[in-house]
């Protein structure tokens, strides 16, 4: 229920806002599936210039994204390392995308968040890395991207709706006042509706895909917490405003930043993304 007392300045602005999203949600939305769809070359572009855009809004949070040399280095590294990742040469991806957090590491020394900004680069690359290796599988990596995107969307959605209509105990009030463990809960069980759609058209068995469901539920919700007090701590509302009505692809992407880099160890760990293993998807 709208309170009583909102001027009607204030919920002009708040269906103005909304309707920003919507659209932009309905224009980027389908154009990311359809490039994750087309996959290789294509979908590395997409994932590179994300995780600069991502590299970007977290030093312009911490306060250095005009320094050209921590700049320079971590989007030359993101950049470099993007055809050997395709190529699937993991040893050449560590050795540059390393060379590249060194360099980070050396020329944020001097500044006063140092530890901050090299977080910020192995945040950026275990996105990049992440979107890339999921999708990289040959047989079940398009689906195993929508799953995540999915899982990520239903919790975020799912705890949207349930912390606004039961309300509750504030899940962690010092770092997201609004989120509630309501909400939380809420997020967790739409996940779970996915992964039983998914078991139900044939992608994998009902039980372990719950189990992953559940996983990828709480991870991405923690991501999301995680990005909060990364800008309460530095006294920032949004990331950027670079995406109408929503802030920044860091406000938008916190979760499934989490969730991707996830799956992509529990692929890794199943026997890799190279077709010859059981990846994320395969049961």
């Known amino acids: 229920m709208a309170d009583d007392n909102a001027s009607p300045n204030a919920a002009d602005r708040g269906s103005h806002n909304l309707l920003l999203r919507v659209v932009a949600a309905l224009v980027l939305a389908p154009l990311t599936i359809a490039i994750a769809y087309v996959g290789g070359w294509a979908w590395l572009w997409l994932v590179t210039a994300a995780a600069v855009v991502l590299y970007y809004e977290w030093q312009a949070i911490v306060g250095v994204w005009r320094n050209r040399f921590i700049m320079a280095s971590g989007i030359a590294a993101l950049g470099i390392a993007g055809p050997w990742l395709v190529l699937g040469d993991m040893p050449a991806v560590a ?11 050396l020329f944020a020394m001097r500044q006063p968040n140092g530890i901050w900004i090299v977080t910020g680069f192995l945040y950026a690359a275990a996105a990049f890395v992440g979107a890339v290796l999921v999708r990289a599988d040959p047989a079940y990596g398009f689906v195993a991207l929508i799953f995540v995107l999915l899982v990520v969307w ?18 962690w009030p010092r770092v997201s006042p609004k989120k509630t463990w309501a909400g939380a809960i809420g997020g967790l069980v739409v996940s779970l509706l996915v992964a039983v759609g998914f078991a139900i058209a044939g992608q994998g068995n009902m039980v372990t895909l719950l189990v992953l469901a559940a996983g990828l539920s709480v991870v991405s919700q923690l991501g999301d917490l995680f990005e909060s007090a990364i800008k309460r701590r530095f006294g920032v509302k949004d990331s950027s405003q670079i995406i109408p009505g929503h802030g920044g692809l860091l406000d938008r992407l916190d979760g499934f930043v989490a969730a991707i880099a996830v799956a992509a160890l529990i692929g890794t ?3 890799g993304f190279d077709g010859a293993g059981r990846g994320l998807m395969v049961w």
């Open 154 to 171: 239903a919790a975020d959605v799912g705890g949207y709706f349930a912390g606004r209509g039961i309300g509750g105990p504030k899940l």
């Open 95 to 105: 050795g540059i995308l390393g060379c590249g957090c060194v360099l980070v590491a």
């Open 269 to 271: 760990f199943r026997g």
